[in-house]
């Protein structure tokens, strides 16, 4: 079946400092891959996707690379904010017309301090 | 602005009593989820449905239950039969069949036990 490992948290950084947070992943064929962000009481929030190999998705500073040698979709960022610290939630998609669910990551805890 | 509004915010729920979670998008989405969020443990699939009138089970079902009698609105009902229900339960719509589609997020619904 279908998973999605993330690394453990909680994850403590100090503002300005550089981010990963790892994920792979294990599916058949080629996934979608999808990044979520999760602020305190709030739901989930679309942070970014790449659909196919090699593809990078990027948004307010986050980068992540599907490498499908890897399988992986780490997500990156050169430089926290405090307003960052959130619950980061790695996800996949299978592929194929009948797709409609998302597996989820476990998520990782991420408090950025100034 | 489209979105997905979910109420109440906080619901308690008494021993032997069901109660029921409201979920309406205005995205014109044809697929609804429904998951369950407890800390630690990602988010989990309860029900989704794809179109009006149909509905399926997702990983966690038992001592739930859902309908989708309109396009905007996919109601999930927390029966008795599901002996620990206190979550975070968040609602979740998407375009439509196929991969790469991200699913949107409602703000949740903190259910506790009274």
């Known amino acids: 079946g279908n998973s999605v490992t993330q690394m453990e948290g909680p994850v403590t950084l100090s503002e300005e400092a550089f981010l990963t947070i790892n994920c792979t992943y294990t599916a058949t064929g080629y996934p979608s891959l999808f990044w979520y962000v999760q602020y305190p009481g709030e739901g989930l929030q679309l942070l970014l996707k790449a659909t196919k190999a090699d593809d990078k998705g990027s948004n307010k500073g986050f980068e992540a690379t599907y490498r499908k040698e890897t399988t992986s979709f780490h997500l990156e960022k050169g430089s926290v904010q405090v307003s960052d610290s959130a619950v980061y939630f790695c996800?996949?998609?299978?592929?194929?017309?009948?797709?409609?669910?998302?597996?989820f990551g476990k998520g990782t805890k991420l408090s950025v301090i100034p | 602005d489209g979105g997905i509004t979910q109420s109440p915010k906080y619901l308690f729920r008494k021993e032997g009593q069901n109660v029921t979670l409201s979920c309406e998008q205005n995205?014109?989405?044809?697929?609804m989820y429904w998951y369950r969020q407890d800390p630690g443990q990602g988010l989990r699939l309860i029900y989704y449905?794809?179109?009006?009138?149909?509905?399926q089970k997702g990983d966690i079902a038992e001592g739930y239950s859902v309908s989708r009698e309109k396009k905007e609105s996919f109601p999930l009902t927390v029966t008795s039969a599901q002996k620990n229900p206190t979550a975070f339960y968040l609602c979740?719509?998407?375009?439509?069949?196929?991969?790469?589609?991200?699913?949107?997020f409602g703000d949740g619904t903190r259910l506790s036990i009274l």
């Open positions: 449905s794809q179109i009006v009138n149909d509905f």
């Open positions: 995205l014109n989405h044809d697929a």
């Open positions: 979740a719509s998407s375009i439509g069949r196929g991969g790469g589609q991200p699913q949107h």
């Open positions: 996800a996949l998609s299978p592929p194929g017309a009948g797709s409609y669910q998302l597996t």
